[in-house]
């Protein structure tokens, strides 16, 4: 781990924090390595219901840090596709890895790579004065960490292409009616507005959010026919569960009272 992410597991929540607000949470590659480090504890940790991202100070995460990518302007193509493949793109890959509820709380800006971390996330939950922008073309770069396969599945490809082709920012609410979070509320209530969320989603039956994941997220590739009998096989698997049948007495005792 590295003191600018750090991840503490309690109450069955992952957290894990961006801890670089001097420099709006731009990601070096040791955060890369750390969060990458924490998905995959995340993943088989027992102690682990929910993970919950967020960003210290008044940014979520401004992408990758400019400064630093002065420092590769002279690598070749092949040194640029392996930075990119075998570091920073393993967190969409260990997300993907990752059956468990994942909700990012966004204050200020997502930009970039940053934008694109928080859309990998399960959901989104946004401060009112949080900003969102997919910024690559305005430094001539293309969106590398996962942003060109998950922000057209949100919002669509043209709304989508328009945020790439520009890299402007969009505010909130307008993220919200392009379904691009879930939620916005008032800066000062967004971190007890998704602590809340991510306990609330922590005492569900932990079969259940597992299997509901993997049934939405394997779902996007399949055929109906496939999905049917995938959707049908995790019902198998539920309903022998204790959670359920303990669920099913507890509703016919309070219809019985």
């Known amino acids: 781990m590295t003191q600018h992410l750090i991840y503490t597991v309690s109450d069955g929540i992952g957290r894990i924090e961006l801890n670089r607000p001097e420099r709006k949470n731009a990601f070096t590659f040791d955060m890369i390595d750390a969060w990458a480090e924490a998905y995959a504890d995340a993943r088989t940790n027992p102690d682990v ?12 995460c401004s992408g990758g840090d400019i400064i630093e990518m002065q420092d590769r302007l002279d690598q070749t ?3 640029r596709k392996a930075e990119l493949y075998e570091r920073i793109e393993r967190i969409p890959l260990a997300l993907e890895d990752l059956d468990k509820p994942v909700i990012a709380s966004v204050n200020g800006a997502a930009a ?3 934008l694109d971390l928080a859309l990998m996330c399960d959901l989104r939950i946004a401060a009112a004065s949080a900003t969102f922008a997919e910024t690559y073309v305005n430094v001539g770069l293309v969106p590398g960490a996962g942003g060109a396969h998950f ?4 919002v669509g490809t043209a ?6 082709f520009t890299g402007e920012f969009i505010d909130a609410e307008e993220a919200l009616r ?3 979070v879930n939620r916005v509320v008032e ?7 998704t602590e809340a969320l991510a306990q609330k ?3 569900a039956p932990m079969q259940s959010l597992r299997m509901i994941k993997r049934a939405v997220v394997g779902g996007m590739r399949n055929d109906l026919r496939t999905n049917l009998d995938m959707i049908s096989s995790h019902y198998a698997v539920v309903t022998a569960g204790e959670d359920h049948k303990a669920a099913v007495r507890r509703f016919i005792g309070k219809r019985g009272k």
């Not at 800066?187 to 507005?193: K, M, N, Q």
Request: glycine content about 12%; aromatic content about 4%.
């Open 178 to 180: 392009i379904g691009l």
């Open 112 to 114: 970039g790579a940053g």
């Open 201 to 203: 989603i922590a005492r």
């Open 159 to 164: 709304k989508a292409l328009e945020m790439f």
């Open 151 to 154: 922000l057209p599945r949100l």
């Open 49 to 60: 219901k929910v993970v919950l991202v967020s960003g210290r100070g008044d940014a979520f």
């Open 187 to 193: 800066d000062d209530a967004l971190a007890e507005s």
């Open 77 to 79: 193509p092949e040194q």
